[in-house]
């Protein structure tokens, strides 16, 4: 008897979120689809972060939890996440509450009805309150520079939420550790010739006092790995 892999991998990569994971992981046990495999890395935190995770975990057997011994970055984590994924697409969902876990159905319905092997979820599609002016627009010119540079109408390139197939996912040569993940995969998939379909979404952005973590040297990197892979062979 054959047995149908699960329709979604969530990929949760954790650094230093002790106020909010465990909130977050309630929501996405409860969103659907609700045979989805859910990854959880710990990426060496040092604030009980990994304690709150340990206890966590003991009673949801369901969730594969993972660690690194030490802080190695966000794309990194995403990399140790996707050696295990199972699902026929994987997401990234960061451990904050700024996005919602409710909405892996409307991006999966999209990727169903289109056809489409990447589907991005856009907070400007979806009218979402910027965090900060400068976030917003350092946003939107990352966004316009793969546009031009990549052949295609991104709104939102560093959105979190990138249901891609994890087929496809594993097959790239993802290289980047830090926050660089968001347009190294964006590159590499339009190179591969895959079409991005975007798809608005809500948002509720929290401060850097709240832990947000993104800086803007951040931003100059994204339009650097942009360039970088436009031109590399």
Not at 33 to 60: C, M, N, R
Request: net charge positive; glycine share 8%.
């Amino acid at each position: 008897m054959t047995v149908e892999p699960s329709p979604l991998t969530v990929a949760v990569p954790v650094y230093n979120e002790r106020a909010t994971v465990v909130q977050l992981l309630e929501r996405v046990l409860a969103a659907p689809p609700a045979d989805k495999q859910i990854i959880v890395v710990d990426d060496g935190s040092t604030d009980g972060t990994g304690e709150l995770l340990d206890a966590f975990v003991a009673g949801h057997p369901e969730i594969l939890f993972l660690r690194h011994e030490r802080n190695r970055g966000k794309g990194a984590a995403i990399h140790t996440a996707i050696a295990h994924a199972a699902g026929r697409f994987t997401i990234v969902q960061d451990a904050d509450l700024e996005y919602d876990p409710a909405e892996y159905a409307k991006l999966l319905a999209a990727a169903e009805r289109e056809g489409r092997r990447v589907v991005y979820g856009s907070r400007i599609l979806g009218h979402s309150r910027p965090s900060h002016w400068r976030y917003y627009l350092g946003g939107r010119l990352v966004s316009w520079v793969a546009s031009l540079l990549y052949w295609a109408r991104i709104t939102d390139e560093p959105t979190c939420y990138k249901l891609i197939e994890t087929d496809l996912l594993r097959s790239l040569p993802l290289r980047e550790e830090g926050f660089g993940f968001c347009p190294e995969v964006t590159a590499l998939v339009r190179k591969r010739g895959e079409r991005i379909l975007e798809i608005p979404i809500s948002y509720a952005p929290r401060r850097i006092s709240e832990g947000k973590k993104i800086r803007w040297h951040d931003g100059l990197e994204a339009l650097w790995i942009l360039l970088k892979h436009r031109f590399r062979r």
